[in-house]
Nanobody, 122 residues
Framework: QVQLVASWGGLVQAGGSLRLSCAAS????????MGWFRQAPGKEREFVAL???????LYADSVKGRVTISRDNAQSMVYLQMNLLKPEDTAVYYC????????????????WGQGTQVTVSS
């Protein structure tokens, strides 16, 4: 399996931007579909975005138009650029990987990263 380490969360004011990073190691990164999820206090973990192994993307309606997922296969990295952040975006953000994009959509990826906190102040 691939191992994942998410980073570059932080505290930002509403309307601001953050770019999360997720570093992968282990198996061949380019074979994996990658996703981002988030979990707010007291809520279930929810899907945010997916990028397939060939670069196709999918976004949750709640973030569409404000968030961009991208990947750099040469560096084994996946990114989540978040703009126009809102207080309701406050959550722990997790990256995820699987050889099946269906498992990512179903929130059952084979690998989770450790999470990075994003806090948006009003």
């Amino acid at each position: 399996q691939v191992q994942l380490v998410a980073s570059w969360g932080g505290l930002v004011q509403a309307g601001g931007s953050l770019r999360l990073s997720c570093a992968a190691s282990g198996r061949t990164f380019s074979n994996y579909h990658m996703g981002w999820f988030r979990q707010a206090p007291g809520k279930e973990r929810e899907f945010v975005a997916l990028i397939s192994m060939d670069g196709n993307t999918l976004y949750a309606d709640s973030v569409k138009g404000r968030v961009t997922i991208s990947r750099d296969n040469a560096q084994s990295m996946v990114y989540l650029q978040m703009n126009l952040l809102k207080p309701e975006d406050t959550a722990v953000y997790y990256c995820a990987a699987d050889l099946s994009w269906l498992k990512i959509i179903a929130a059952r990826p084979g690998t989770w990263g450790q999470g990075t906190q994003v806090t948006v102040s009003s």
